[in-house]
């Protein structure tokens, strides 16, 4: 009986575990908001401009050096801004930077953070921090796609969306309509009126040749979990293997254990 009791109480633990993973927002009338600032996620209202940009790929040895900010999130060959007239690749590689710096600023502002405290997110133990710093980097400094040389046009590949389930997560964001669904395509009204096209978040999970981010970091510097790491439904139905069959054929006695004469249970 106390081996049911145990059984029980961990698949209740699991299944908690499962809904909060999956569950950001709630339709009960007493929802109460956590961090849910406009936009929702750091850098979204931008990615239909940098989508219908014009991009040129360069090797990610080439653009590091130039990198401060986000250089210890980009570990990829990346796609830069392919300007009318020259442009040094310095100066391409400060201007997304900038971006980048600055919707990390105002998603901090908004979720009540004092971003000065917080100008160094690689040193940072804060999940949530580390989680927006990502993200708007990933957003800012898009993948190449794959087998792209140097100086070739590339499109731009969104973040995907396990880089903006990890900042949903790392943040708690909840908010009470579906704001939180990171893959999506609806008009939203504008309040000049008349309408406009958003969409979320690449429906791939990276690292992956057709969206940018998703590398993992070490769970233990509040880094996003490796989109192949088990999540707690694995777990439950990994338990639910292991234990169901021992619970249908009964504590195992004395006589049924081998080398254990004398033992106790």
Known sequence: MHFLVVFVQLLSCLVFAEASQVQHYSTNAICRQNNCINPIFPGLTDLSMLEASSWQCQSHSKVRKYMQFCEPVVNYNVAVP???K?????????????????MYFYALSGMNMEPQEFKHPEQSGDQCVQAVWTMVC???FPKAEAGCQDGQGSNYLRPCKNVCGA???????????EGTRCVFDQQVSLAEGGTV?????SDNLGPSAYCTGGTNWDNNSGAPRAAGTLGPGALLAGLLALVLPLARD?????????GSQGSRL
């Not at 096209?197 to 978040?201: A, D, F, N, R």
């Open 138 to 140: 990933n957003t800012y």
């Open 167 to 177: 900042y949903l997560q790392a943040c708690d964001v909840r908010c009470c309509d």
């Open 82 to 84: 392919s300007p009318n």
């Open 250 to 258: 009964g504590p195992a006695t004395p006589e049924h254990r081998s």
């Open 86 to 102: 020259s442009m040094p690749l310095s100066a391409l590689v400060e201007a997304q930077e900038k971006a980048a710096v600055t």
């Open 197 to 201: 096209q958003l969409t979320g978040y």
